[in-house]
């Protein structure tokens, strides 16, 4: 595999293994810049290991993982700068929003005359801007998210990872920031991965989904989403390539044996 | 409106110990009349003699404990960072935690033959495990979620510390420094007796004791009832408040 000039992330032959226990056997992708890729895979693929090696907390066992043609690991000072939302929004608490974008921005040596700007900018862009100088914990799920999602794009990343980053709100909220998320992507053309259960979600959201095999891990299909932009989540169409894609993963990650023994 | 009823609530609770202290006086022998210790007080707090002996005792506390929380901090971080550290440095603290206040201050005296720096030591050799402890416990469990989106983020270690950690382990270390400041107090006064000080607030209670001065015994004991809850109230939980005011 060539990573092109527009390639933001390659992985190439990645292995991660705990001890004797291989978690991924061998990863091939590479995410293009402005891309907006979905990850699907089974629990227990190996996909928290494999955040854990492209957002650079854990080396990989063996393999390649460059960021902007550089190598992700080793890079000292040099080594790019990535978002991160999480399943839970990890902001301090003892920071108001404001304190908490600061904090990041001063780490990224962004001066200072620039960082009210930056930051009401984004908020403003996620529509959180009167909770400026509000704590966190008075803030609902939905706009902690928010915050959290302002945090990685503060940074102006070479891509933004999001792991299962709505799962832990209800439908309702989860509905009105995927709608959100999908504009953010349009206006400031971020880079992103996007790690999900929710096929719909993948569907809804993605340019591509990469499909993971069972764990340990490999890639089983790259799955360009055949419908154009903009989308709405309850378009029939979403609902088709949801049922292809159900129909594929189940041969590739096989039938529940509970449930085989259910049927039988 | 909260703050008031609290005001209130301790104001109460101050004067609930009147009527005991009076009962108190009408049956027994050693408890001073407490309108008479109230009439002795606008003098004695106007005495030179009475400030110095506070100034010195005050004195002894805050190097005593600033020590403990340098030792216990450094003993603390050694705990969480290395293992064989952790083995060897639990059994220092936990002899430290059990050893009784008197004997601690016997031993450090004589060792250092009365001088100023006994005192000093008594009080760090008591107050360094709590903080030991408290840290140690802090330390580990420090938020693993928070220290990899400080990693990602590339906030550094400086920083890391500073904004991430530290806010975090706070409570550990005011619960860490309400005791170790309590038990400074109790140890010192201890210390002063048992070394037979010439001067420091101990000192001046064993002697009013020591002649029978019944008022004046109580007049110290109002002082340093007074000095304890003023670092309490007034500088530990202002301090607390102000740190913790994003819990609202």
Redesign the interface.
Known sequence: MTGTSDTVLKVEGLQVSYGSIPAISSLDFEIKRGEFVAILGPSGCGKSSMLNVI???LPPTRGVVEVDSRPLYDAGRH?P??G?V?Q?H?L?????VKQNLE??L???DVPRDQWEDNIDRLLDILHIGQFKNS?P??LSGGQRQRVSIA?ALL?EPSYILMDEPLSTLDEVTARSLRQELSGIWARTGATIVFVTHSIREAVYLADRIIILTRGPSTVFENYHVPIARPRAYDDPRIAEVEADIIRRVEHAWGLDPIKQSEVA | MQKENNLIISICAVLMLLPIWWIAYRNTNFIADPFVVATALPHFLSQADTWSNIGITLYRVVLGLAGGVVLGTLAALAMNQNKLAEQVLSIYVTTALRTPSAIAAIMALAIFRGAEIGYIVVVMFITFPFMAVGLRDGLKSADK??A??S??????SL?YIR??LL?FIAPFIFSALRNAHALAWKVIVVAEIFGAARIGFGAQFDHAWEYMQMVEVHLWLLVFIAIVLFVEYGVLRVAERR??R???
């Open positions: 957002s650079g907390l080594a700068k990535l991160y999480f839970a990890r301090l608490p003892w920071r108001t904090l990041v001063a780490a990224s704590w914990m008075q945090r940074v | 979620d928070l990899e989106a990693q990602i983020y590339r906030l550094g920083r904004h991430v806010p740190v913790f994003w819990r609202g």
